[in-house]
């Protein structure tokens, strides 16, 4: 019944030598009927594993402060390593395998910080990320925390890996590591999959985590149904729940989200009613959720309704409502309005946020008052201590590129890199590529960018970003670049977009490549039968 798990030999020597014994978890899948049996690695070990000082070995120390671990400029050598020794592609076993087999990993310290980071790097690689997670559980005087479970469950997850995920939650029940939050994530990979009675399931099973069936865990379980259309789904839940489980603001203001994100904003206004009647005042969130779905049907006559019943009402609206408003006024091109929205607010003398200046410096940079959004960037945010995020620099970088200011935008990024609270990502980076084919400098200026993409900053190509460099290389003229960017995503299990194969397909018939060629066609027909 039990799978065995087959090692090398000089991989079983390694882990006799660390006092290493191997625990299968055996575990029933909700809703699937056959059994799974894990590959969990589990470490036990009396003693740390030392090292001896040499000459020739490379020693690395983190440095203990009154916050916790810091990790020195070494670190970074950790990183390369470590990087270094996973292959793309390859399955969990085998990153694991060649993580335990290189002698230069014995000497790495791991800490929570390197972990997350090392998880951050491979999120869109779940295999990686797997193996990696496998191979540092193993590791001496390094356990792995629940933040970390959790994060290598939302990689799973997000990569649909279902069976897996739910395997390595058995392993958490053991470690009492699970939490709401966990079982949230669950909920929502299970529901966003199509499989709602396995939603369903896991609040069923709440006690067998230890956990209580109470108004917080419905409400996870009803946002989870809602949030995935099923509505109508969630209020029978509730229906059958509330006659043990009481109700209260929050639960209402659930299927107000619901019912407006499916477009049925008479039955939200409804739920409003009947949450006065279970005693339960609707609030500023209640409001400005009608008003988001009103601001969706381009309704603005209705919005400004209902921003004056709320005036007179006493339940003032927040920044959240104003932002909300600006946003969709942007996207219908309404600028005039928002930025008198803008002067209403401060009227009102409600306080800005982050994502309030976000959406104004967008609006501001589609309208090309560059000066004014750089204004409120670099003098108005700071002015009222408002902190920006990587959305703030990005829409600064995005604005400039916009309109050609390579330098300008080069500049923001200079001081995102600086910045101790955030930093680039891959959508800051997008702007910058498509600048750089725009403007044709696919040269110089594009190979360092994607050098500092992938050597500095540690970044992965994601499905959006591969895409965009290869229609950019394809205009370029630069095939062999695109077509081994294709090649990659293969590797990394990144299906092209159909529009993308056909594009690279027809570039490279057109230069007689056609060993390339078919193998494209090959895929596309798969893409073709999939469908």
């Known amino acids: ?19 290493c014994c191997f625990r299968s978890i055996l575990f029933v899948v909700p809703s699937v009927s056959r059994v799974y049996v894990s590959r969990t690695y589990v470490y036990s070990c009396s003693l740390p594993f030392l090292v001896p000082p040499s000459s020739s070995a490379r020693h690395y120390h983190f440095v203990q402060d009154p916050i916790g671990s810091r990790e020195t400029q070494d670190s970074e050598s950790y990183l390369g390593l470590l990087i270094s020794r996973v292959r793309v592609g390859n399955n969990e076993d085998e990153v694991f395998q060649s993580l335990l087999q290189d002698h230069r990993c014995v000497s790495i310290c791991l800490s929570k910080i390197l972990v997350e980071r090392l998880l951050r790097r491979f999120e869109d690689d ?19 925390t629940q933040e970390a479970y959790d994060k290598m469950v939302d990689i799973l997850g997000k990569a649909k890996q279902l069976e897996t995920m739910y395997l390595l939650v058995e392993e958490m029940k053991e470690k009492n590591y699970v939490t709401l939050n966990t079982i949230a994530k669950l909920m929502r990979r299970f529901a966003g999959a199509g499989k709602h009675k396995d939603a369903v399931k896991m609040f069923d099973d709440l006690g067998r ?98 921003l004056d019943e709320m005036d007179t009402q006493g339940c003032s609206p927040n920044v959240v409502t104003y932002t909300t408003i600006i946003h969709y006024l942007d996207k219908a091109k309404r600028f005039d309005e ?9 009227l009102t003398g409600c306080k800005p946020d982050t994502l309030f200046y976000n959406t104004l410096i967008h609006v501001l940079g589609r309208v090309g008052l560059l000066q004014e959004a750089t204004r409120v960037f670099e003098v108005e945010m700071p002015m009222n201590s408002i902190i920006p995020n990587a959305s703030t620099y990005n829409t600064m970088i995005t604005m400039f590129c916009h309109h050609s200011q390579e330098q300008a935008a080069l500049n923001v990024l200079n001081n995102m890199e600086k910045s101790a609270l955030c930093k680039p990502d891959l959508r800051t980076f997008n702007p910058l590529l498509k600048m750089y084919f725009r403007d044709g ?77 078919d193998r494209i066609e090959s895929l596309m027909r798969q893409m073709k039968k999939s469908n």
């Open 1 to 19: 019944m039990f799978e065995p798990l087959l090692y090398c030999r000089r991989a079983s020597m390694a882990l006799r030598r660390r006092n």
């Open 126 to 144: 779940w295999k990686s990320a797997l193996g990696f997670f496998r191979w540092a559980g193993m590791q001496a005087d390094y356990s792995h």
């Open 209 to 306: 985590f230890g956990l209580e069936k109470d108004t917080e865990s419905m409400n996870l379980l009803l946002d989870t149904l809602c949030k995935e259309k099923r509505v109508e789904h969630a209020r029978g839940i509730f229906l059958e729940l509330k006659k043990h489980i009481s109700p209260n603001a929050h639960t209402f203001n659930i299927f107000i989200h619901g019912w407006c994100s499916a477009n049925r904003v008479d039955e939200a206004i409804w739920t409003i009613q009947e949450m006065k009647g279970h005693g339960c005042l609707p609030c500023v969130i209640s409001h400005s959720t009608v008003i988001q779905a009103y601001c969706k049907q381009s309704n603005f006559s209705k919005v400004y309704e209902l």
């Open 338 to 346: 928002a930025l008198q929205v803008r002067e209403r607010m401060k």
């Open 441 to 517: 400098k696919t040269d110089c200026s594009l190979n360092a960018l994607l050098d500092d993409m992938t050597n500095k900053h540690y970044l992965g190509l994601d499905l959006s970003t591969s895409t965009l460099l290869i229609h950019g290389f394809c205009r370029a003229n630069k095939l062999e670049r695109a077509y081994q960017i294709f090649e990659d995503m293969i590797k990394q299990e990144i299906t092209p977009r159909y529009q993308t194969c056909r594009l690279l397909l027809d570039e490279l018939k057109q230069k007689d490549m056609h060993d390339t060629s």
